[in-house]
């Protein structure tokens, strides 16, 4: 089975604070997202990854960063963080497309800044 | 990406089939049906896609019109733990075609 795994379940930080949000798959995929899922919104993606050090804007980049240093680790950074971060963080990852694409999700990150 | 039409919830008794229906009248020839669901705070999970052929795995059965304008998912016996938000997605699969739009689903409530 893929397993997609995030740091943290529950997070609390402090506005302005730097964060950082990990994400690790293990099926060797060559493609990684981060969303974020807000009540009325659904999920909205933020910044995904096609391939080691390669990285595209999502819908909502902004405020947020990522980096992608090996395969199997994606991390997503709020430089400064602010209240209207404070959302659900969800990571998934996927094959390369073809005919196909599943993405799998981790557990989610409920991110709390105060 | 078309856009899919789901009633907003749905009941079932626990061990009888869940039907959940889904409408992509504008769907285009080499989009798939994809279905997800949410169990309440955890990552959606995937469940099953088709192109135009009704496909089946352990989890559920997907029904795909001949038309390919509607589809059902199909839950064989549907347990108090399949309770979830339930998402069509119609998306086109390929190069550049990474995001997947999650609508407002289905709340589908099993009941004991």
């Known amino acids: 089975d893929v397993k997609v795994t995030q740091s943290s379940r529950y997070l609390v930080k402090r506005t302005g604070e730097k964060v950082f949000l990990e994400c690790v798959q293990d099926m060797d995929h060559e493609n990684m997202f981060w969303y974020r899922q807000d009540p009325g919104l659904g999920l909205r993606l933020i910044y995904f990854?096609?391939?080691?050090?390669?990285?595209e804007k999502g819908d909502i980049p902004e405020g947020y960063s990522v980096s992608r240093e090996k395969k199997e680790r994606f991390s997503l950074i709020l430089e400064s963080a602010s209240t209207n971060q404070t959302s659900m963080y969800l990571c998934?990852?996927?094959?390369?497309?073809?005919?196909?694409?599943?993405?799998?999700f981790g557990p989610g990150t409920r991110l709390l800044v105060l | 990406d078309a856009k899919t039409t789901q009633p907003p919830s749905m009941d079932c008794a626990e061990g009888r089939a869940a039907n959940l229906p889904c409408n992509h009248s504008?769907?285009?020839?080499?989009?798939?049906v994809y279905w997800y669901r949410q169990i309440h705070s955890q990552g959606p999970q995937y469940i099953i896609h088709?192109?135009?052929n009704n496909e089946t795995n352990e989890m559920a059965s997907l029904i795909i019109t001949e038309d390919r304008k509607s589809s059902t998912l199909i839950l064989p016996h549907a347990t108090l733990r399949d309770t979830a938000v339930y998402y069509c997605?119609?998306?086109?699969?390929?190069?550049?075609?990474?995001?997947?739009?999650f609508g407002k689903g289905t709340k589908l409530s099993v009941i004991p």
């Open positions: 504008t769907i285009s020839g080499n989009e798939y």
């Open positions: 088709g192109l135009k």
């Open positions: 990854s096609y391939d080691v050090k390669m990285k």
């Open positions: 998934a990852s996927s094959n390369l497309p073809g005919k196909q694409e599943t993405q799998y």
């Open positions: 997605i119609v998306t086109r699969s390929g190069a550049g075609s990474y995001q997947l739009t």
